[in-house]
């Protein structure tokens, strides 16, 4: 699924409508340069999830839970590249996502970063900036059952606008 956004509003708009269908065990995995719209995504994520307030991107401390109608787990790996691609997949998989999936749903920023980690089911999503200065492209991939019925009921809910 293709789309386009024509500004952090409509980024963010669009995350909510995305965070109104996550379901426990959910993982959503963003892709995309240094100031593409990650954050700004996640953002409407959370409020989409029932949380209130902003989503700050956890760079530094790489995980951050919000509290919403089910927990919002927000992951960013930016800092995971480098030299030592063993040992960073090691810090990543130390993280227990696993066990962030058996509570609430998760948001991996930079998740290439760490590509091997999530061979799993997930919501991929690849941002990119469009032609005009706030313009956003999104390419949406359904990888496993539960990801393909997000996708679907997203479309059903106006989510490719």
Not at 65 to 91: N, T, W
Not at 98 to 107: F, R
């Amino acid at each position: 699924m293709r789309l386009t956004t024509q500004s952090p509003d409509g980024t963010q708009a669009f995350g909510q409508r995305l965070g109104a269908l996550l379901a426990v065990g959910d993982l959503v995995l963003l892709r995309g340069t240094m100031g593409a719209g990650k954050t700004t995504l996640t953002q409407g994520i959370a409020w989409g999830a029932g949380v209130t307030g902003y989503a700050h991107s956890p760079t530094f401390v790489l995980v951050n839970e919000y509290r919403g109608r089910l927990p919002l787990y927000h992951l960013d790996l930016y800092r995971f590249a480098g030299d030592d691609a063993v040992q960073s997949l090691g810090e990543v998989e130390d993280l227990a996502i696993d066990e962030m999936l058996e509570e609430g749903a998760c948001v991996v920023e930079w998740a290439e970063r760490a590509a091997p980690v999530f061979a799993g089911d997930h919501l991929e999503i690849a941002l990119a900036e469009g032609a005009a200065d706030d313009e956003r492209l999104l390419v949406l991939t359904a990888h496993g059952e539960r990801p393909v019925r997000l996708l679907s009921d997203l479309a059903n809910s106006g989510g490719t606008s």
